[in-house]
């Protein structure tokens, strides 16, 4: 039974799912054959193909990406109608469902499992084959060998760039009657009392694990190598905040004190938002790229570096975001009779806008993305200014984190897709 409490047995579409993952396991070293397989789907289909890379056809996919095509945001009437024709091209006798109760969907935005070519890693594709062959076998031949090597699989995957939740996602497709699911509804349901019961159970695990006394950590002495290089981060926040700077709670909410180091916390600020587009849109190209004068003759070589702080390209799309991390984000207007935006940060997102648009198609966006503060205005303002959209936005840190995501979600929904 799932976390609902329904029985798998009653829905209608585990035998095709179960079925259609054995079949697209055969095609684990035939990946080209398969990639033609599936544009021929949606060419007959007269369906836009989603598997491009900047302007060019995938070169290889992964299963899990492949059941992602009718497990999203879609109609259930094109989700049948794919998977009527990816079942018939590969093979599938089980009837196709008509009903979608007890399936988890994926956001159209983080529907693959992998980066664009130049992000992802070589291994990355043919890991997510192994991790789907592994859960299959550890699902129906259970032993310390299949175990063994699921973990393995499942250890290796779980890192890389598009893989997070949607693995257990992934997993629950392929054998819904051994893998549980962990999507946003059932992580919710699991620690809808507060967590208390679940921390209680982690710490079961944590024996021999001592504990801390912030004041004796030796910050400059932390060193780090490949193997826990991605700890950087997490402890970087936690000397943020052991520093000083929380806290003070009042009715629940959590409000943080003032940094002595303000760029130290711009930089952090501007790190979280490019990290996170990162992890969750494997499909975007993000970055923090420098950006070319549109110079017409000459050279650029006094010309200052436009270094933007988050750069995300989806197919000919481009927003560029600069992070503002300030106390006062409005400027009093200097005849003193009212407030405005900071000036030099608009004339920088515009000089950064024009510069990439060299084609002035106006597919070039620009967003100051400023954390909100305890002032009265709030800066949600949208332009259209020689012929290109510029935003200023205000993302609220003081939000849960499910919160701030879909802030952030919507911002790249809106400009992008």
Not at 361 to 372: E, T
Request: neutral net charge; aromatic residues 14%; hydrophobic residues 35%.
């Amino acid at each position: 039974m799932d976390v609902n409490n329904q029985p798998l047995q009653s829905f209608s579409w585990t035998s095709f799912y179960m079925e259609f993952a054995d079949k697209l396991l055969l095609y684990k070293d035939k990946r080209p054959e398969l990639l033609q397989l599936i544009k021929s789907v949606y060419d007959h289909l007269e369906m836009h193909y989603p598997f491009m890379d900047h302007g060019q056809l995938f070169d290889d996919i992964c299963p899990f990406t492949i059941f992602g095509c009718f497990n999203k945001g879609i109609t259930n009437k094109n989700r049948i109608a794919i998977m009527e024709s990816l079942g018939e091209k590969l093979g599938v006798t089980s009837a196709v469902p008509t009903e979608f109760e007890g399936i988890p969907v994926l956001n159209n935005m983080k529907a693959w499992f992998f980066g664009y070519k130049a992000d992802r890693k070589p291994e990355d594709i043919p890991n997510l084959w192994k991790m789907f062959e592994a859960g299959i076998n550890y699902a129906d031949n259970s032993s310390k060998v299949s175990k063994d090597k699921f973990i393995v699989c499942y250890d290796a995957v779980r890192k890389q760039l598009g893989v997070k939740w949607n693995l257990t996602v992934g997993l629950y497709w392929i054998r819904p009657f051994s893998y549980l699911n962990l999507d946003d509804p059932n992580r919710k349901f699991l620690t809808r009392d507060g967590g208390a019961n679940v921390k209680k159970k982690v710490m079961l695990f944590f024996p021999n694990v001592d504990v801390v006394v912030p004041r004796r950590i030796r910050w400059s002495g932390l060193t780090y190598n490949r193997n826990n290089v991605t700890y950087k981060m997490l402890i970087y926040i936690c000397y943020l905040v052991i520093q000083g700077m929380l806290l003070n709670e009042q009715e629940g909410s959590r409000k943080m004190a003032r940094y002595i180091d303000d760029q130290r916390m711009h930089r952090l600020y501007e790190k979280f938002v490019l990290e996170y587009y990162r992890k969750h849109y494997p499909e975007l190209k993000a970055s923090a790229s420098q950006i070319d004068w549109d110079i017409a003759d000459g050279t650029g070589e006094f010309l200052p570096r436009m270094q933007s702080d988050i750069t995300l390209q989806y197919q000919d799309k481009t927003v560029i975001i600069d992070t503002k991390y300030y106390e006062h984000t409005m400027q009093q207007n200097r005849f003193g009779d009212g407030q405005t935006l900071h000036s030099h940060n608009m004339y920088q997102i515009y000089t950064y806008v024009k510069n990439k648009d060299t084609n002035h198609s106006g597919k070039v966006s620009g967003v100051l993305l400023y954390a909100k503060t305890d002032e009265e205005i709030v800066p949600d303002h949208d332009y259209v200014i020689g012929g290109n959209r510029i935003s200023v936005k205000t993302l609220d840190l003081n939000s849960p984190f499910s919160q701030i995501a879909k802030q952030l979600d919507a911002l790249a929904e809106r400009l992008l897709f």
